[in-house]
């Protein structure tokens, strides 16, 4: 079994960006994607601000490929999975086994919806072509077949950390010689599922949501996708200009606390943190920069704040939530988040964390307050952590 | 990459949950609908819990909480669920009430259980295992995504003990949308008869079942897993046949080594012709039995399938209920489980004898 994959590529669609530059430029630039609600078609417009990507289903349609009707996380998934293929230069490396990893919580619901509204008054009514995308499987193999892979596809949903899982999932399938190359990340779109049920839970912000702040009210949902191109060592010597960075940690673990809720002590996060260090080979002084998972509710903060003091107390590294400016994506953010922080270890870029007033005062450490770049940069942490108690880390180390 | 099958537990629409008697008389169904036999959950799982948790949970939960007892393990090192639809119960009832209340005030219960990794999570909650955890949501080939995972992690870690398992659930909503796709059949139709309508279409079912795997023999194995391996959309029976046939070299065997070719066969004329070819071209004498008028076509049927198949290699011996066309050996030390769902989904798992 061979032991590092390595970053060949990476595509990203956010509210702050349609692709890697776009979103790069929003970062440095400090600008936020939430804003109020333009494409979603729901009573909270107006109320409550989420980060939606800035194109309606026509334009994305126009970018994608996709017929306008298609859902759009289909549509989103297209974009960043083809920008991330296209950018690693794998299609030119003849008979690879190249796999689809995708993850995503809800997949087609806003088309569900639509087909729900129609079917709920009369079971003979609906259209059935609406429901191709609730399966979230469906969702990857369409995209699949629009990028031109067959050999191998897969779909994971860990709820919040499923992109994380799927882009594990992805490097251990390179190390057992399953495949040669994999793009693996995430997608979610905006729905009315999700945002209802975000709702009653009653952990959204009404306004702009700020993570790791003594004050934060709750978090701004979002949408996007964000995917890696991984590779192997073997693909990784043709392609050498072309390479981002190595994949060096990863761990999975579960903090069997609370179906929603994450344990006080942050057990989940630290696990998942001290398990992507140990695998490594790297200390906590090694991290020079965390990709919070930083959602901005209190539970969310709390614990993942208690976890990082746990692990790196008195020794912080730069830290910050990028849900400041995307929202949070479900089962798309760990997938941006890797695609960020592939770009932060390649770039030495460090992001600010958007609208922080007051620092936690329980908690030692203060997240970036503005962008600023760091070329001795070698490793960054990227945490994730979802509903079921699913929490992921992944690191990212500089070649 | 291999596994030991130490415990193997199934609800399905035939009594299999108890392991004390293996399919020992058919469960008759008529029409097109093959719901679970479930057990009193309160035996297994506390009813405070059990109350809370919607159909498919309480199917999950119960089959993992006694396939770890009958390993004589408390917390495995790892869980992994395979479900193409996830929790289809709690996902109607937030979707209906987001939609018939029209956006007002709702309670959050169904929406923080209609997520896809709520089985696993809620196993996890129930025996407080703080190890790996992932769901895979593939459609047809969820539960062997779940596999290779599973096979995976044991040879990254050759003492682990691992939960596998697949599920779906049918659903009023469900099965009257996946009725006007299609998929089922019309008219009187029964799983005693599935195999003789030659008509379009098949019946539905749903089930839970799951394994514990490990790297290290034990006293009570079933089975062991060879292999598993998936493929999309084939161009034809010829590449079909292809995947096959290395998928068997791979294993350094051939067809005729197989002493039992389990098939997906649903009934549906043009879904099993897949199946009546490759019986031809590489099995021809290879005897074969079906699966699907025990439990009914569901994407996570081949958990069911590897139960069965897992119980068959330890018993020796082949269910009379299957139908199976003659065994002539007097060991099955191979059997080969073949399925497609709707000719989109293609799997292979190899197990054999311990």
Redesign the interface.
């Known amino acids: 079994m061979s032991t590092v994959v390595f970053v060949a590529g990476a595509g990203v669609i956010t509210g702050i960006g349609n692709n890697v530059p776009g979103c790069v430029d929003a970062l440095e630039q400090g600008k936020t994607g939430i804003d109020t609600i333009k494409y979603l078609q729901t009573n909270h417009r107006g109320q409550l601000p989420v980060a939606e990507v800035k194109l309606s289903n026509d334009e994305l349609a126009a970018i994608s490929g996709f017929s306008p009707s298609a859902s759009r996380n289909v549509m989103l998934s297209m974009i960043a999975a083809k920008e991330a293929l296209d950018n690693s230069g794998i299609k030119d490396i003849p008979d690879l086994r190249t796999g689809f990893v995708s993850a995503t919580t809800v997949a087609g619901m806003d088309k569900t919806e639509k087909f729900f509204a129609d079917f709920l008054p009369d079971h003979s009514k609906g259209k059935l072509r609406d429901l191709r995308y609730h399966e979230c499987g469906n969702i990857t193999a369409m995209v699949a077949e629009k990028l031109g892979i067959r050999h191998y596809m897969s779909t994971i949903s860990t709820a919040c950390s499923s992109s994380a899982n799927a882009i594990m999932y992805g490097a251990r399938l390179i190390k057992h010689n399953v495949l040669d190359a994999v793009i693996a990340g995430g997608t979610e779109a905006l729905t009315k599922f999700t945002l209802n049920g975000f709702n009653t839970l009653m952990i959204l912000d009404e306004q702009l949501c700020q993570p790791f702040d003594e004050n934060r009210r709750g978090l701004n949902l979002g949408e996007g996708a964000g995917y890696l191109a991984l590779v192997s060592e073997r693909v990784a010597e043709l392609l050498k200009a072309n390479l981002y960075c190595a994949l060096t940690g990863y761990c999975n673990v579960n903090d069997a606390y609370h179906q929603t809720a994450s344990s006080p002590e942050g057990d989940g996060p630290y696990w998942a943190m001290s398990g992507a260090l140990k695998m490594s080979g790297l200390q906590p002084a090694d991290i020079g920069y965390i990709n919070l998972h930083g959602t901005g509710t209190q539970n969310n903060d709390s614990s993942e704040g208690t976890a990082i003091k746990r692990l790196f107390h008195p020794r912080y590294p730069k830290l910050s939530s990028t849900k400041s400016f995307t929202g949070h994506t479900l089962g798309a953010s760990a997938g941006i988040e890797a695609v960020f922080s592939a770009l932060a270890v390649q770039r030495g870029l460090i992001y600010p964390n958007l609208h922080l007033q007051t620092p936690i005062k329980e908690f030692a450490f203060i997240p970036e307050s503005g962008f600023s770049t760091d070329p001795e940069l070698k490793n960054v942490l990227s945490n994730s952590v979802g509903f079921g108690g699913n929490c992921s880390s992944l690191i990212f180390s500089k070649l | ?1 291999k596994a030991y099958i130490r415990s193997a537990v199934s609800i399905s629409p035939q009594n299999t949950f108890d392991n004390s008697s293996f399919l020992n008389g058919l469960a008759e169904y008529q029409g097109n609908r093959l719901n679970c036999i479930e057990p009193d959950y309160n035996e297994i799982i506390a009813p405070k819990l059990n109350r809370r948790m919607s159909r498919l949970i309480k199917m999950s939960a119960a089959c993992a909480l006694t396939c770890l007892k009958d390993a004589g393990i408390t917390s495995p090192d790892a ?1 992994i669920t395979g479900t ?3 929790c289809l119960e709690d996902t109607g009832i ?3 009430s ?3 209340q ?2 007002e ?4 219960t169904a ?8 089985a ?3 196993i ?2 129930l025996i ?15 539960f062997e ?1 779940a596999l ?2 599973a096979l ?1 992690l044991l ?2 870690n050759e003492q682990a003990n691992i939960l596998a398992g697949g599920m779906d659930e049918i659903t009023d909503i469900s099965h ?2 996946l009725s ?2 299609g998929l089922y059949k019309h008219g009187p139709v029964s799983n005693t008869n599935l195999f003789l309508l030659n008509s379009k279409g098949t019946i539905g079912g749903e089930g839970a079942a799951f394994f514990l795997l490990a790297s290290k023999p034990s006293e009570h194995n079933l089975a062991n897993i060879d292999a598993v391996a ?1 493929f ?2 084939p161009a034809d029976i010829t590449e079909t046949a292809q995947h096959i046939s290395s998928f068997l070299a791979a294993q350094c065997i051939s067809a005729s080594d197989i002493d039992l070719f389990i098939t997906g066969n649903n009934g549906d004329a043009k879904h099993d012709k897949v199946f009546a070819q490759l019986q031809q071209l590489l099995f021809d004498r290879v005897p074969s039995a079906n699966y699907k008028n025990l439990c009914g076509e569901y994407p996570t049927s081949t958990a069911f399938a590897l139960w069965m198949a897992a119980n068959i290699v330890k018993a020796n011996s082949i269910p009379a209920i299957l139908g199976h066309t003659g065994v002539t050996k007097n060991k099955i030390n191979k059997v080969l489980i073949y399925n497609h769902y709707q000719n ?1 989904y293609h799997s292979l798992i190899l197990i054999s004898a311990c």
């Not at chain 2, 929406?111 to 709520?118: G, I």
């Not at chain 2, 407080?128 to 969820?142: D, E, L």
């Open positions: 990459m869980i193409a639809y996830g937030f979707l209906t987001v939609i018939e029209d956006e005030p709702l309670t959050p929406f923080v259980q209609s997520t896809h990794n709520t696993g999570a809620q996890a909650l407080k295992c703080n190890y790996y955890n992932n769901t895979f949501v593939s459609g047809g080939v969820s995504n290779l995972d995976m040879s990254e009257t949308i006007r796709t998936t999309y959309k989109i």
